[in-house]
């Protein structure tokens, strides 16, 4: 064991800023635990089926055995410190994988030996290309059956595109997995029953002609990629093992390369060496381009010095029992208990309470934290994922994470009406935590509907509302607020608006024309929607005040049609004659006989309902397509465009919003998780059967 408890005054070219990234199952949490207890900073190693690893210590991730929650950890190994979050591997919490892969400078990809690629191992992939992480992968679960690391390292070649360069080969397969050749150095690792560390010596006579060719393959493919390699390569016939490091170095921090290791994270074969790998390869904060930013529209650089000014974004926010904790990476400058700090959005100052060094749900104070380091903070008030903290001498605004939009939705109310105030706080506090919930109260129906990225995101934001506050919560479907509109109008309905009940009396005689709206004076949002109030009215027979009265009181009257209570839409009402009285005409008889007659014409029309449709987009496998398109005709969907994009197929269609309610799961189930769907409000479409002739 080489680690050492470094403070953190270790120089940057000693820290490592990484992630681990893989499908659900792959071993992300089980390579975290085993990175703790192989550096000595936790002394049991935890099991996922135990419930008791460092890194998923929240109750709902225990429960149900898969990380929800990204989770920082930092470990020392080899005289470097290594900072690491472990993100979550489900599709629904893709968003916090986003957040995080925005302030990390390398990544590990952990794959499964059986399965290869996996679709939210693809997805995580993208994510990180998007952001340029250099990443190393870790082919895992050598020890089950069936497990085979060529097969493995063939789908990531073919699913991911990357040039993997393999630096170690399996000793035994399956159950007789027992350690690696080191393909640079030319040693066999074996990890005895029961051995912690690997044992060191020759190659096995048995595998000295397979690690002869896997070598060469290794440095065929380095030279074909690297002008030094090539030059050497050429010279001697073949690479030294300072040459090929160095060369794979740079090969991963460019991304021309992907290093693969292989070993088994649960029986601890191979840790030291990925260990290893993470130190010679992934890159420190110097070794990344210097963060830019923004300051009164111009663009500026900050560069990862300590004596630098401040420059740190917030990429996550929680809430604990000692306290409301803000993660931050600190790009540039040094951060001290009691600095303050921009809050360069906002324009507002905050004070720093503490500074804490993270072990998932535990923390050590520190008196400071420099350009590098990955820290939570005590104290701030206001600050949000994607807040940038500046300092207040030299502002500088960073570039958030992308927040993806929310695709489902429920509504959610308090069981007893007493807690409804205690419902919205904890609501707004999950919003708070995960921009990627979204709350709402829908103006039309009076619910408040919670949207996020999965049915899962969902029912793990609701149990934390209970579990955390202690509240009792409905969930529902939302309802959707449906149109009507006035398929075939009236004409010349006479209505006359007389009480007398002593005093001053009221008097309105309307003579209305109600009719369809034209297309060509619709709103433009998917249907003949809007309203039109026009008077043909000669002689003053209605004077110009009593027609204003008489349209405000037509307007009061589309709050509520005849098939349903619904908003009333796309229809043109003329004023055509009417009467008026003397003594007994005023602006309110006016107004309630525009809103009576109204009704009255709209329950002897011919009304039909209209439905919310979006426009969607649907981006999913070719070979998937067929199963997407059927799915999508029996959701009533209208298919515009279906055109092929990098291996994908882009699905464009506008669907009935009410037949959304479900689709991600659906859509997850038919593309095994690979196809993604975005959503946006289309206006209103007639229903299909929903007319009622009055």
Same mark, same amino acid.
């Given at each position: 064991?080489?680690?050492?408890?470094?403070?953190?005054?270790?120089?940057?070219?000693?820290?490592?800023?990484?992630?681990?990234?893989?499908?659900?199952?792959?071993?992300?949490?089980?390579?975290?635990?085993?990175?703790?207890?192989?550096?000595?900073?936790?002394?049991?190693?935890?099991?996922?089926?135990?419930?008791?690893?460092?890194?998923?210590?929240?109750?709902?991730?225990?429960?149900?055995?898969?990380?929800?929650?990204?989770?920082?950890?930092?470990?020392?190994?080899?005289?470097?410190?290594?900072?690491?979050?472990?993100?979550?591997?489900?599709?629904?919490?893709?968003?916090?994988?986003?957040?995080?892969?925005?302030?990390?400078?390398?990544?590990?990809?952990?794959?499964?030996?059986?399965?290869?690629?996996?679709?939210?191992?693809?997805?995580?992939?993208?994510?990180?290309?998007?952001?340029?992480?250099?990443?190393?992968?870790?082919?895992?679960?050598?020890?089950?059956?069936?497990?085979?690391?060529?097969?493995?390292?063939?789908?990531?070649?073919?699913?991911?595109?990357?040039?993997?360069?393999?630096?170690?080969?399996?000793?035994?397969?399956?159950?007789?997995?027992?350690?690696?050749?080191?393909?640079?150095?030319?040693?066999?690792?074996?990890?005895?029953?029961?051995?912690?560390?690997?044992?060191?010596?020759?190659?096995?006579?048995?595998?000295?002609?397979?690690?002869?060719?896997?070598?060469?393959?290794?440095?065929?493919?380095?030279?074909?990629?690297?002008?030094?390699?090539?030059?050497?390569?050429?010279?001697?016939?073949?690479?030294?093992?300072?040459?090929?490091?160095?060369?794979?170095?740079?090969?991963?921090?460019?991304?021309?390369?992907?290093?693969?290791?292989?070993?088994?994270?649960?029986?601890?074969?191979?840790?030291?060496?990925?260990?290893?790998?993470?130190?010679?390869?992934?890159?420190?904060?110097?070794?990344?381009?210097?963060?830019?930013?923004?300051?009164?529209?111009?663009?500026?650089?900050?560069?990862?010095?300590?004596?630098?000014?401040?420059?740190?974004?917030?990429?996550?926010?929680?809430?604990?029992?000692?306290?409301?904790?803000?993660?931050?990476?600190?790009?540039?400058?040094?951060?001290?208990?009691?600095?303050?700090?921009?809050?360069?959005?906002?324009?507002?100052?905050?004070?720093?309470?503490?500074?804490?060094?993270?072990?998932?749900?535990?923390?050590?104070?520190?008196?400071?934290?420099?350009?590098?380091?990955?820290?939570?903070?005590?104290?701030?008030?206001?600050?949000?994922?994607?807040?940038?903290?500046?300092?207040?001498?030299?502002?500088?605004?960073?570039?958030?994470?992308?927040?993806?939009?929310?695709?489902?939705?429920?509504?959610?109310?308090?069981?007893?009406?007493?807690?409804?105030?205690?419902?919205?706080?904890?609501?707004?506090?999950?919003?708070?935590?995960?921009?990627?919930?979204?709350?709402?109260?829908?103006?039309?129906?009076?619910?408040?509907?919670?949207?996020?990225?999965?049915?899962?995101?969902?029912?793990?934001?609701?149990?934390?509302?209970?579990?955390?506050? @202690? !509240?009792?919560?409905? %969930?529902?479907?939302?309802? /959707?607020?449906?149109?009507?509109?006035? =398929?075939? +109008? *009236?004409? #010349?309905?006479?209505?006359?608006?007389?009480?007398?009940?002593?005093?001053?009396?009221?008097?309105?005689?309307?003579?209305?024309?109600?009719?369809?709206?034209?297309?060509?004076?619709?709103?433009?949002?998917?249907?003949?929607?809007?309203?039109?109030?026009?008077?043909?009215?000669?002689?003053?027979?209605?004077?110009?005040?009593?027609?204003?009265?008489?349209?405000?009181?037509?307007?009061?009257?589309?709050?509520?049609?005849?098939?349903?209570?619904?908003?009333?839409?796309?229809?043109?009402?003329?004023?055509?004659?009417?009467?008026?009285?003397?003594?007994?005409?005023?602006?309110?008889?006016?107004?309630?006989?525009?809103?009576?007659?109204?009704?009255?014409?709209?329950?002897?029309?011919?009304? @039909? !309902?209209?439905?919310? %449709?979006?426009?969607?987009? /649907?981006?999913?496998?070719?070979?998937? =397509?067929? +199963? *997407?398109? #059927?799915?999508?005709?029996?959701?009533?969907?209208?298919?515009?465009?279906?055109?092929?994009?990098?291996?994908?197929?882009?699905?464009?269609?506008?669907?009935?919003?009410?037949?959304?309610?479900?689709?991600?799961?659906?859509?997850?189930?038919?593309?095994?998780?690979?196809?993604?769907?975005?959503?946006?409000?289309?206006?209103?479409?007639?229903?299909?059967?929903?007319?009622?002739?009055?």
């Amino acid at each position: 064991m080489r680690s050492t408890v470094n403070n953190i005054a270790n120089p940057l070219t000693a820290v490592r800023n990484l992630g681990i990234l893989a499908h659900v199952d792959a071993g992300k949490t089980t390579v975290t635990e085993r990175f703790l207890y192989a550096t000595g900073t936790t002394h049991k190693r935890g099991e996922v089926h135990d419930g008791t690893t460092v890194t998923d210590f929240d109750p709902q991730e225990r429960d149900r055995g898969i990380t929800i929650f990204a989770a920082a950890v930092s470990c020392a190994w080899d005289g470097h410190r290594i900072n690491l979050i472990d993100t979550p591997g489900h599709v629904d919490f893709a968003d916090e994988v986003e957040r995080s892969l925005r302030v990390l400078d390398g990544a590990i990809a952990v794959f499964d030996a059986v399965a290869g690629v996996e679709p939210q191992s693809e997805s995580v992939w993208r994510q990180a290309d998007r952001h340029g992480v250099p990443r190393i992968a870790f082919v895992n679960k050598l020890d089950r059956a069936g497990a085979d690391l060529d097969t493995a390292v063939e789908s990531i070649r073919q699913r991911l595109h990357p040039v993997p360069l393999v630096v170690q080969a399996p000793i035994g397969t399956e159950d007789s997995f027992v350690g690696v050749v080191d393909l640079l150095r030319m040693r066999a690792l074996v990890w005895a029953d029961g051995s912690e560390t690997a044992e060191e010596g020759p190659v096995p006579d048995d595998l000295k002609d397979e690690a002869g060719r896997r070598r060469r393959r290794l440095e065929e493919a380095v030279a074909e990629l690297h002008p030094t390699a090539l030059e050497e390569f050429c010279e001697r016939g073949t690479l030294s093992a300072g040459t090929l490091a160095a060369a794979l170095r740079d090969l991963t921090r460019t991304g021309e390369g992907v290093v693969v290791l292989c070993g088994s994270a649960y029986r601890n074969r191979g840790i030291e060496t990925l260990l290893d790998a993470v130190v010679a390869y992934l890159p420190s904060p110097l070794d990344v381009p210097a963060v830019r930013g923004t300051h009164d529209g111009t663009e500026q650089e900050r560069a990862a010095e300590a004596e630098a000014p401040v420059a740190a974004l917030a990429f996550k926010v929680s809430a604990t029992a000692t306290g409301r904790l803000t993660y931050v990476r600190l790009y540039s400058g040094t951060i001290r208990k009691g600095d303050t700090v921009l809050d360069a959005g906002t324009r507002r100052t905050e004070r720093i309470g503490r500074i804490l060094r993270v072990q998932a749900d535990r923390h050590a104070e520190l008196e400071r934290a420099v350009a590098g380091d990955i820290v939570a903070v005590v104290g701030l008030k206001s600050a949000r994922a994607g807040t940038t903290l500046c300092d207040p001498a030299a502002p500088l605004l960073l570039e958030p994470p992308s927040v993806a939009e929310p695709v489902v939705s429920v509504a959610v109310e308090a069981r007893r009406s007493t807690d409804t105030d205690r419902l919205a706080t904890a609501l707004a506090r999950l919003a708070e935590e995960d921009p990627s919930l979204v709350v709402r109260t829908d103006p039309e129906t009076g619910q408040t509907l919670l949207s996020g990225m999965g049915e899962l995101h969902l029912e793990v934001a609701v149990e934390k509302i209970r579990q955390a506050h @202690g !509240l009792e919560v409905a %969930v529902g479907r939302p309802r /959707v607020a449906c149109r009507e509109t006035v =398929v075939r +109008g *009236v004409s #010349g309905l006479v209505f006359r608006h007389v009480k007398q009940d002593g005093g001053a009396g009221q008097f309105a005689h309307v003579v209305l024309d109600v009719a369809p709206l034209p297309p060509s004076e619709a709103d433009g949002d998917g249907a003949a929607t809007g309203f039109v109030f026009r008077s043909t009215v000669v002689g003053g027979r209605v004077p110009q005040e009593y027609v204003r009265a008489v349209e405000a009181g037509c307007r009061d009257a589309l709050a509520e049609g005849p098939l349903g209570g619904h908003l009333v839409t796309g229809l043109i009402v003329t004023l055509t004659d009417g009467a008026t009285h003397s003594k007994d005409s005023s602006e309110m008889a006016f107004r309630t006989a525009g809103r009576l007659a109204l009704r009255e014409a709209l329950r002897v029309a011919v009304m @039909g !309902l209209l439905e919310p %449709v979006a426009d969607v987009t /649907v981006t999913v496998p070719a070979d998937a =397509v067929g +199963g *997407v398109l #059927g799915d999508l005709a029996a959701r009533r969907g209208r298919v515009t465009d279906s055109a092929p994009r990098g291996g994908s197929v882009v699905v464009t269609a506008v669907v009935p919003l009410a037949e959304l309610f479900g689709y991600a799961t659906r859509l997850r189930s038919r593309t095994q998780g690979r196809g993604t769907f975005t959503a946006r409000p289309a206006g209103y479409a007639a229903a299909p059967g929903a007319v009622a002739v009055g």
